[in-house]
């Protein structure tokens, strides 16, 4: 058990640009959660997946951004025509089916948008 | 809805002293209740979880939390504080049924004094 990677840990992008962000969270876990952190503040939810399925958007989850999970496995986030705003910490965490409440966090990727 | 508060975002204490960090929460169904850990450029660690069996909960690195009900809190403690208890500290909330995505306090930052 190698717990949840998050690939790139830091990413510094210019304003207008996309930005794709990979998730992989522990074998055999179910469910995948992203996040974002902005300072200061603790992690709100985006979105989550059980298996290859997404099936809850927060409104924080503007048109600019999708989230895949294509075969059940890894994750990907994708943000276009990044914003300043769009700077923050952005964690994922998965869960096993059955004890949804106990997410595992990876180390998050922090995003710069210049 | 579920909320949750942490009264102090910056905690002194010093070396062997006693650690109390508070967290209030709101919901309207029964809660799951969990503290988690933050050092500096790294992902959460999940200190300790309250699921609805015992109301006193016992996690890692001597940490321990008590879930009251009728004064909706689940503050975290620890007898004696050591320096690599320094790091942020965030309560969150979670539905006991459902998407189980977790609702995050603004955190509190330890600091621990030599």
């Known amino acids: 058990d190698t717990g949840v990677s998050q690939d790139p840990r830091h990413k510094i992008t210019k304003r207008g640009q996309n930005v794709t962000f990979r998730c992989d969270p522990i074998?055999?876990?179910?469910?995948l959660y992203w996040y974002r952190q902005t300072l200061g503040q603790g992690p709100e939810f985006l979105t989550y997946?059980?298996?290859?399925?997404?099936?809850?958007k927060s409104r924080l989850l503007s048109d600019r951004f999708s989230a895949e999970r294509p075969k059940g496995s890894f994750s990907t986030l994708e943000i276009q025509r990044t914003e300043q705003g769009d700077s923050a910490m952005y964690l994922c965490?998965?869960?096993?089916?059955?004890?949804?409440?106990?997410?595992?966090f990876g180390p998050g990727t922090r995003l710069t948008v210049t | 809805a579920q909320s949750v508060t942490q009264l102090g975002s910056h905690v002194s204490v010093s070396e062997g002293a006693l650690v109390l960090l508070r967290c209030n929460y709101s919901?309207?169904?029964?809660?799951?209740l969990f503290w988690y850990v933050q050092y500096p450029n790294q992902g959460l660690q999940l200190l300790l979880k309250?699921?609805?069996?015992?109301?006193l909960v016992k996690g890692i690195n001597g940490f321990e939390a008590e879930f009251k009900k009728s004064e909706t809190s689940f503050h975290l403690t620890k007898p004696s504080a050591h320096m690599s208890d320094a790091a942020e500290y965030f309560c969150?909330?979670?539905?006991?049924?459902?998407?189980?995505?977790?609702?995050f306090g603004t955190g509190t930052r330890l600091t621990v004094i030599p």
């Open positions: 969150a909330v979670s539905e006991m049924a459902g998407a189980n995505n977790l609702f």
């Open positions: 309250y699921t609805s069996a015992a109301t």
């Open positions: 997946f059980q298996n290859e399925a997404q099936l809850e």
């Open positions: 919901s309207s169904v029964p809660p799951y």
């Open positions: 074998s055999e876990h179910n469910r």
């Open positions: 965490a998965s869960s096993p089916n059955g004890l949804s409440y106990e997410q595992y």
